[in-house]
């Protein structure tokens, strides 16, 4: 098994900086890729950025150039660092890790509240 813990999040203004950090441990050989998704009330569920173990990365169209995934599974920390924050970000963001046969590992979900 996998366990994530996340920490950062909270509130700031449109235009600032958060960066969220998510700490996985357990069977962390095992995780092929690990991310973030997010979600806003009333909103499904939706794919922020990932990182596979070979440290490539996808992110959400909506974020590109503004956020940036690190980290190295090895390291067994992955942070997203989100640089211009627009209200249409505010969301809880939830740190998730894809483990071999196993399926997803989530986080206990952080919020981000960006005021305008």
């Known amino acids: 098994q996998v366990q994530l813990v996340e920490s950062g999040g909270g509130l700031v203004q449109a235009g600032g900086s958060l960066r969220l950090s998510c700490a996985a441990s357990?069977?962390?050989?095992?995780?092929?890729?690990m991310g973030w998704y997010r979600q806003a009330p009333g909103k499904q569920r939706e794919l922020v950025a990932r990182?596979?173990?070979?440290?490539?990365?996808d992110y959400a169209d909506s974020v590109k150039g503004r956020f940036t995934i690190s980290g190295d599974i090895a390291k067994n920390t992955k942070y997203l660092q989100m640089n211009s924050l627009k209200p249409e970000d505010t969301a809880v963001y939830y740190c998730?890790?894809?483990?071999?046969?196993?399926?997803?590992?989530w986080g206990q979900g952080t919020q981000v509240t960006v005021s305008s």
């Open positions: 357990g069977r962390i050989d095992s995780i092929i890729s």
């Open positions: 990182m596979t173990r070979g440290g490539s990365t």
């Open positions: 998730y890790a894809f483990v071999a046969a196993q399926g997803d590992y």
